[in-house]
């Protein structure tokens, strides 16, 4: 299992805040920091996103690496369940999170669904990938570590009650999307918008709603339990080191007569979910017969989902990629 961890950990410090020369230059300490952990706790090993949480603690500690593999292991024994198999943890901050989202922000929840955004795509789409790799694409780099500390001291509530602070914080850009593709667009990068809270107002906030966030988890938990409720489906799980979908297909439907235009509208949805392999060229090869089809204005398209990357890191297409489903 260890040799697995290793090579995708090679793998993914490459593209891990890739813009900030300190972390390339940390990388060796970084893998060093994973790898003890890997060993450490092979029940949970190595999962895409620990690099950038390990990135965020080694660059701000070095040369300690006593204190970075200290920090690190605490961390995620503290919120473990996110990246055991399955996300159990996901699984249940998602519930959560969708019932404190109703009630704190229920203009951009409203806003959310009119948008075409489910609560499933938000789960799966956006705060998988940022409560695995700790609001990596959602705050600049130099401020993760006052992140990284609050987590620390507040565990899982505490990244519930810092999403519902990130989006209240940003809710004017954000509701300022026009349709689905800009939504997703913008809520997949919020760390690139040019109004950025400080991180003392942004961590004052969360603590307000840490209290709300842990009564939501204990509700969701007991939703759990007793089956009163259905839970927030969530479509990835993990295979060995990597995020996966569960899916390998997806489907978009559009109302056109224009074949240009549903191109178009496909490469946009591709585009919003940050699918980078084949998925275009799929996209126009299954349109041509659709789009000769006299059956009305109603247009399907069915194509492979392609490789989404789940947890803040870009990967290139590599030839041993070739055959896998889904993955960050």
């Known amino acids: 299992r260890t040799q697995v961890d290793l090579g995708q950990i090679r793998k993914d410090l490459p593209r891990t805040f890739a813009e900030h020369s300190e972390v390339h230059r940390a990388a060796a300490d970084i893998e060093a920091v994973l790898v003890d952990y890997s060993i450490l706790d092979p029940a949970i090993g190595y999962c895409q996103g620990m690099n950038c949480i390990a990135a965020v603690v ?3 500690l070095r040369p300690d690496m006593v204190a970075s593999k200290a920090r690190f292991a605490g961390f995620v024994d503290k919120v473990r369940g996110l990246w055991m198999a399955e996300f159990p943890l996901l699984h249940l901050g998602a519930s959560a999170f969708e019932a404190m989202f109703a009630t704190h922000l229920s203009d951009l929840c409203g806003f959310f669904k009119l948008r075409g955004l489910s609560e499933e795509m938000l789960a799966t789409g956006i705060l998988a990938g940022e409560w695995l790799s700790l609001f990596s694409r959602w705050m600049p780099f130099p401020r993760l570590w006052a992140v990284f500390e609050f987590v620390e001291g507040e565990g899982f509530a505490g990244i519930v009650a810092l999403t519902l602070a990130v989006l209240e914080a940003h809710q004017r850009a954000v509701l300022e999307a026009a349709d689905f593709t800009a939504l997703f667009a913008v809520l997949k990068d919020l760390r690139w918008q040019p109004r950025q809270p400080t991180p ?15 009564e939501a988890l204990q ?23 990597r995020v996966v979908h569960i899916s390998s297909e997806v489907e978009v439907v559009t109302m056109t007569e224009s074949k240009g235009a549903l191109i178009s509208a496909a490469r946009g949805v591709h585009n919003a979910c940050e699918t980078i392999y084949e998925t275009i060229n799929d996209t126009m090869f299954a349109s041509k017969p659709l789009c000769r089809s006299p059956l009305g204005e109603i247009r ?4 492979r989902s392609g490789k989404l990357p789940i947890c803040g890191c870009r990967q290139a297409p590599s030839d041993d990629d070739e055959g896998d489903e889904g993955g960050a």
């Open 300 to 303: 399907s398209i069915r194509v």
């Open 219 to 241: 509700q969701a938990e007991s939703w759990e339990t007793n089956s009163s409720r259905t839970q927030v489906s969530m479509s990835i799980t993990r295979s060995g080191s």
């Open 58 to 60: 080694v660059t701000r």
């Open 200 to 214: 003392a107002k942004l961590i004052a906030r969360a603590e307000e709603l840490v209290p709300a966030a842990r």
